[in-house]
């Protein structure tokens, strides 16, 4: 038999066999097994090498709140670091390897870092590496981050899938041990809506690893029971292996299920973990107690674990650590585990308790009043020295120590919303304060209440406490009889010597170091923590805070809960970033928008590029064309030479409706709209209340009461914020309506001399769009391809004769479709948003770039269009008097000299022979694009005094590039500057 | 945080977006003669208490209507939520 440390009885599974791998050789163990009592029962003490020293360890506890068995599981892409051994299910085919061991976990090379102490002590990194200053970043950091750490990550793709989901209901109930248990059938029989969450896979907490029954069953087949009940009731929703990690505002819990790590892989569909977020009206902690070591010399040997857990080996698990044992304790709930062990046939070599009056022991030889003050074994625990009372040493063999000091109750969760729990003298130990995160009971050992008997009648207490404030009459049902033994302890911390003893094991923090923090003035325990590292990383202290506050109050002669304890947040365990993140991961991080033509640019080649969530065509390669620049300077041409097709769907679409509609956009735009004619359309700017520039687009006033409002892309949602905040807070007696019509009309500029001709071609006859009919700035409500309602707009971005028609989304492919089909005979092309912006620095169009958050009306050369006769938002502080200086920026036209020079966006405008440095700077340039109808580059601009300064030669330098072109400003309209070819 | 919206009930605040001070409705006269200052004074000088407060916030992922909401900001709990609508017309505020 390879378990050799297997004992009769537990919860586990030996009609079935499981095989599994520890750094390379074959275990078997059983369903039910977690990874460290399989190990345990295959006489496996060593799991793991610690953070800094290296030094050998095996497990302390039997739960999550485990500091030293962290393994890497699975491997490949499924490779996940710092496992904890203790709460992993086992299954067929598991493997796990050890970790921050080399070359192997028994002979690991870097465990010299054990005999080079002295030397690593607290803070060491902070003192020992400090000069040369340039030593740090190339050797000592990635020296340590190599000697001291903990799993490696795969760097692989993670396969599976995190998700997240919501949950609502009465009562949370957080933990199912008696409490919880107890709670859930006192709510359940009472009708509310509750979950129960349980982080184990199965319902009973600490009754299952206890022997003392309730009434006539054993605890676990009572916690059998309940589950059986509740789940058959309907309105109890049970949740195990899912751990409430965080609670929130007004009742919200984060948890985590764990669906599928008990798996070799998750079930094809099923996720790995899920991400809850739980709506509660009321909740109960029931998350019990964590029990806490007492710390002596060599206290980390692999087979120095808690009492407690020993205890949950032996009883639940049927695995023991060892078959000499010993145990020290300062309480009586440590003598539980002797009795157990002695029940189960295990040696129990000594019982050492710090009592002088500690309870006889039956088959085990007693120490009272006695310590356990040294340990030896190199790969594990050999023997014990203890100190007797009368002060004489003896040395004790055995191959596992049990260790209780007491236990905590678990208050992290009462602590989220910046609660601080009180000391209880009566168990040494913090318990919840009276701050509790709204809606929060808490009921059971994590209230102090450390008894079976008082956990049961606390949580249906409880239970029936809050549901009374919902208005639930619930009554406690009828709970069997269980043991309710009161504590008795006597607080004992840490034996006295001089060796290193062991407070936090995960961050190797001996009560030296304590000192040491101490001594170099690191009073608050916040500033301890951070100096010494304790209580951080994956355990978050669970195990080590108490008894590191300990250590400091002892130091400074002040009182436990004088000395403070530090703040608990969220979460709770440790969470994936996975699990965080759920589908919102690749391509799914962010939804992704597409025009209703989207498909037909695909097939047209086009190359896309995001605008917002957006994504717009930039160009149509065609074959043959090898450099973007060919591909836009065909699409500008063709455009201007005949005619061309942009889609502009992703520009914002408001529509605004209501008797003061047009008074409302008086208030919103920086320029006047209430003389604008039905029928016709107007450019409009917004302005920030500040007086910048903010946004820009058009009004189409359809009917009287009626106008369609155009944003940017990327402005849309911001834009229409505002125009509901003017509406609702502003001006909230206008008569106006808005709603937001992007995603209803699909919308396409068509552009160039015979836009019109192709244009009509599918308009339907009954309407006239010549140029006596329907001219420049005109819009309608028409019909096109025999039937189908659309909205014409005669405007111009490129600066060509020039319409804008949409159709309800739904046509929008189909329109692209027949306006290519028809415009064949002009040789229609469609372009993309790079021509789209050619021709609008072309033309000398303001656009993004322009609009870039520090420019006003009277920067970009449309200061006369802000009204001075009218309220509207940003009209008063655009008259700020430092935004009207005789030298503000305006908007200029910029060409090189040399017209086969490039102008550089970014660069920055000199004088002709002056200094380049930010005192000398004359402005800077926006935008710049290749003019093809010109044949050189051109830019626009911003220059102090730039109205006055045509003609001038000044420097553009760009010294990021290392580019200087001499430019000349020019007017910013390069090509039809009169205007006239939109309104032929 | 869940926000008691007055015509949708308890909705979860991620479906809503955050402006800031309520005082925000209170834009002043353009007309004024110190308007320059009294915008400046709107626009930027905000109180920050460590206790009540009176704030906006715009129901973006649902029915669009901005709300004030009075918020401990040490506690997060909320004691009203009104639509701003009807705060701007009771501090005065119409056409």
């Not at chain 1, 206290?299 to 032996?314: K, S, T």
Request: net charge neutral; proline share 5%; charged share 25%.
């Amino acid at each position: 038999m390879t378990q050799v440390n297997r004992l009769q009885g537990g919860l586990i599974s030996r009609d079935r066999t499981l095989n599994f791998t520890f750094d390379g050789r074959n275990y078997q163990g059983h369903p039910g097994d977690t990874l460290a009592s399989a190990l345990l029962a295959n006489g496996v003490r060593l799991m793991g090498r610690s953070f800094k020293y290296h030094r050998p360890r095996g497990p302390l506890t039997a739960g999550s709140e485990e500091p030293n068995a962290l393994v890497h599981l699975r491997s490949g892409a499924r490779q996940e670091p710092n496992t904890r051994a203790t709460v992993t299910e086992l299954y067929d085919g598991l493997e796990a390897r050890s970790q921050n061991a080399w070359p192997s976990l028994k002979f690991d090379a870097l465990a010299v870092n054990d005999c080079l102490s002295n030397f690593l002590t607290a803070g060491f990194y902070y003192k020992t590496f400090m000069w040369p200053a340039i030593f740090w970043e190339k050797i000592y950091e990635p020296v340590i981050r190599r000697a001291a750490g903990l799993g490696e990550i795969s760097f692989e793709d993670d396969p599976d899938v995190y998700d997240k989901g919501f949950l609502h209901c009465d009562l949370l109930i957080i933990g199912a041990g008696p409490a919880g248990l107890s709670a859930a059938l006192t709510a359940g029989r009472a009708g509310a809506r509750v979950i129960l969450a349980e982080e184990d896979l199965r319902p009973g907490g600490r009754l299952l690893a206890e022997t003392s029954p309730l009434s006539d069953q054993s605890g676990a087949t009572w916690a059998e029971r309940v589950r059986g009940e509740l789940v058959a009731a309907g309105n109890v929703r049970f949740m195990p292996r899912t751990t409430v990690i965080g609670a929130f505002d007004h009742g919200i819990y984060g948890a985590v299920e764990r669906v599928s790590d008990h798996l070799p892989q998750p079930e094809a569909g099923k996720p790995r973990q899920v991400l809850w977020r739980i709506y509660s009206k009321r909740a109960i902690l029931a998350a019990g107690a964590t029990e806490r070591p007492i710390a002596f010399a060599n206290n980390d040997r692999p087979g120095v674990m808690l009492a407690g857990a020993m205890r949950a080996y032996v009883n639940r698990w049927a695995a023991t650590p060892a078959q000499d044992v010993a145990l020290f304790t300062n309480n009586d709930d440590g003598h539980r585990t002797a009795r157990d062990l002695i029940a189960k046939g295990v040696n129990l070599a000594a019982v050492v308790d710090v009592r002088p009056n500690a309870p006889k022991v039956d088959g085990a030889a007693l120490f009272a009043g006695a310590e356990v003050i040294d340990s030896s074994g190199r790969l594990g625990l050999k023997s014990i020295r203890i100190r007797l009372r009368n002060g004489e040493t003896r040395d004790i063999s055995c191959g596992a120590l049990a260790v209780s000091g007491g236990w905590n109750p678990n208050v992290h969760l009462t602590c989220h919303q910046r609660g601080r729990p009180a000391w209880d003298a009566g168990i040494a130990a913090f318990v919840p304060g009276d701050a509790l995160p709204t809606g929060m009971a808490v009921a059971g050992a994590a209230k102090g209440d450390l008894s079976t008997a008082g956990a049961l009648s606390g949580g249906a207490g409880a239970a029936v406490q809050a549901l009374r404030t919902l208005g639930i009459t619930a009554k406690p049902p009828d709970l069997p009889e269980a043991e309710d033994m009161a504590v008795s302890l006597k607080p004992f911390w840490h034996a006295k010597g001089t060796k290193r003893a062991w407070l936090d094991q995960q961050n190797d923090v001996t009560v030296k170091d304590v000192k040491l923090a101490h001594q170099e003035n690191f009073i608050s325990v916040e500033h301890l923590k951070r100096y010494t590292t304790l209580g951080m990383a994956i355990d978050q202290g669970k195990t080590s805070n108490v008894g590191a506050l300990s250590v400091m109050a002892e130091l400074t002669g002040k009182s436990i809960p004088e000395t403070g304890t530090t703040i608990f947040r969220p979460p709770y365990t440790p969470v994936a970033m996975g699990t965080f993140a759920g589908r919102s991961v690749g391509k799914e991080f962010r939804p992704t928008r597409l025009t209703p033509s989207h498909k037909w640019a695909e097939e047209r080649g086009a190359v896309f590029v995001e605008a917002g969530d957006w994504l717009r065509a930039q160009w149509f390669p065609k074959p043959g064309e090898t450099h973007w620049r060919q591909s836009v300077d065909r699409e500008v041409l063709a455009t201007r030479g005949s005619v061309g097709i942009c889609d502009v769907t992703t520009l914002g679409k408001i529509d605004v409706q209501g008797a003061d509609a047009a008074e409302f956009l008086n208030k919103i735009y920086a320029n006047g709209f209430v003389k604008l004619p039905v029928g016709k359309v107007r450019y409009g700017l917004m302005l920030r209340e500040d007086g910048v520039a903010y946004d820009d687009g058009t009004a189409a006033r359809l009917a009287e009461d009626h106008f369609v409002v155009t944003t940017t892309t990327v402005n849309a949602v911001l834009v229409y914020r505002n125009m509901e905040f003017a509406r609702q807070c502003l001006w909230p007696d206008l008569d106006v309506q808005l709603a937001s019509i992007t995603e209803a009309w699909a919308q396409y500029a068509v552009a160039g001399p015979n836009s019109r001709k192709l244009l009509q071609k599918i308009v339907d006859p009954a309407f006239d769009i010549s140029n006596d009919a329907f001219p420049f700035m005109a819009c309608g409500e028409i019909t096109v391809c025999d039937g189908l309602r659309a909205r014409l707009f005669r405007i111009s971005f490129s600066g060509e004769l020039a319409y804008e028609i949409a159709v309800p989304t739904r046509y929008g492919d189909a329109l692209m479709r027949r306006m290519a089909e028809v415009g064949a005979e002009f040789d229609v092309i469609p372009y993309g948003t790079e021509a789209l912006g050619v021709m609008r620095i072309e033309k000398g169009h303001p656009a993004g770039n322009e609009l870039n958050g520090t420019t006003t009306a009277l920067n970009l050369g449309m200061g006369r269009m802000v009204s001075k006769k009218k309220d509207c938002i940003g009209n008063t502080l655009s008259e700020r008097e430092g935004l009207n200086t005789e030298d503000a920026l305006r908007l200029v036209g910029l060409r090189p000299v040399d017209p086969t020079n490039p102008v550089v966006a970014g660069s920055h405008l000199m004088a002709e022979g002056g200094p380049v440095d930010a005192a000398h700077d004359q402005g800077y340039i926006t935008s710049a694009a290749y003019s093809p109808v010109l044949g050189h580059s051109i830019g626009l601009g911003f220059l102090k005094r730039g109205g006055a300064r045509k003609g001038e030669i000044l420097r553009a330098v760009n010294p990021l590039e290392g580019v200087e072109v001499a430019v000349e400003v020019v007017s910013a309209h390069f090509v039809d500057p009169e205007g006239e070819k939109l309104r032929v | 945080m869940i926000i008691n919206h007055p015509i949708l009930g308890p909705r979860d605040a991620q479906e809503f977006t955050y402006l800031g001070d309520a005082n925000l409705i209170d834009r002043p006269d353009w007309r004024a003669e110190n308007a320059i200052k009294a915008f400046h004074d709107y626009l930027h000088l905000r109180d920050n208490p460590a206790g009540e407060h009176r704030e906006l916030w715009f129901h973006e992922q649902g029915d669009r209507s901005w709300l004030v909401v009075t918020r401990d900001t040490l506690t997060h709990e909320i004691t009203s939520v009104e639509l701003a609508r009807d705060v701007a017309r009771e501090r005065g505020r119409g056409k």
